[in-house]
């Protein structure tokens, strides 16, 4: 199972505002919080949770990860303790389906955060389910590259070839060895779905170290 450490950092404490950016011996603070952590027997990643851009640019300025986790909207202090946990959430989930972003937001999670609770058993026997002819590691990379192109371009043919600076006949051609592979055909939205969670799944089950 892969550990990731992540430290949490407030630039506007009560108490010593802008703490994680106090310089001792030439570094910001954060700088050796995050070195102690990352030299950690058993952590594998570490990543710096804040919700202030200076502590960001800091930590990207010094190749350090940064993630902002948003909860919903509170309006009560008795539902602030709710909205802290939907951030973390939000940064837990998003380290998972949504790496490229830093700043993820708890309500835009969709079904991310529905997979992210399920037991890992429970989707080990979906994709057993799914994948019944070939498992999903059967694809190679140029194939799963075509899918994920095929489903940012919603299932559009055309659109999904221009993209790939293929003919479409051939993306046709691919889209019919896929069916042959997996049983799917993701031109049908139904099985494209499937899919899609699918290879959710999957990554989910990749982040907790279990290769399904």
């Not at 640019?57 to 993630?67: A, D, F, N, Q």
């Not at 919903?72 to 389906?97: C, M, Q, S, W």
């Not at 037991?119 to 190679?140: G, S």
């Amino acid at each position: 199972m892969k550990v990731v450490g992540v430290i949490p950092a407030r630039y506007k404490s009560s108490r010593f505002p802008g703490k994680p950016l106090a310089d001792i011996c030439g570094k910001p603070m954060i700088w050796w919080v995050h070195r102690q952590l990352s030299m950690a027997k058993g952590i594998d990643e570490v990543y710096v949770a804040t919700d202030d851009d200076k502590i960001r640019e800091t930590c990207e300025s010094l190749g350090i990860k940064v993630v902002i986790g948003i909860g919903t909207v509170v309006n009560h202090i008795r539902d602030l303790a709710r909205a802290y946990k939907e951030a973390g959430v939000a940064i837990d989930v998003g380290k998972v389906f949504d790496t490229e972003r830093y700043v993820i937001n708890y309500e835009n999670l969709g079904i991310g955060r529905l997979i992210y609770q399920l037991p890992t058993t429970l989707c080990e026997m979906f994709l057993q389910e799914v994948f019944k002819k070939n498992p999903i590691d059967a694809l190679d990379q140029e194939t799963l590259f075509t899918i994920y192109k095929f489903f940012e371009n919603n299932l559009n043919v055309s659109e999904t070839a221009r993209k790939l600076f293929v003919h479409r006949n051939t993306l046709v051609y691919r889209l019919e060895k896929i069916k042959k592979l997996t049983g799917l055909d993701l031109r049908e939205f139904d099985d494209a779905i499937t899919f899609k969670v699918a290879l959710m799944v999957k990554k989910y089950l990749t982040s907790r170290g279990i290769d399904a």
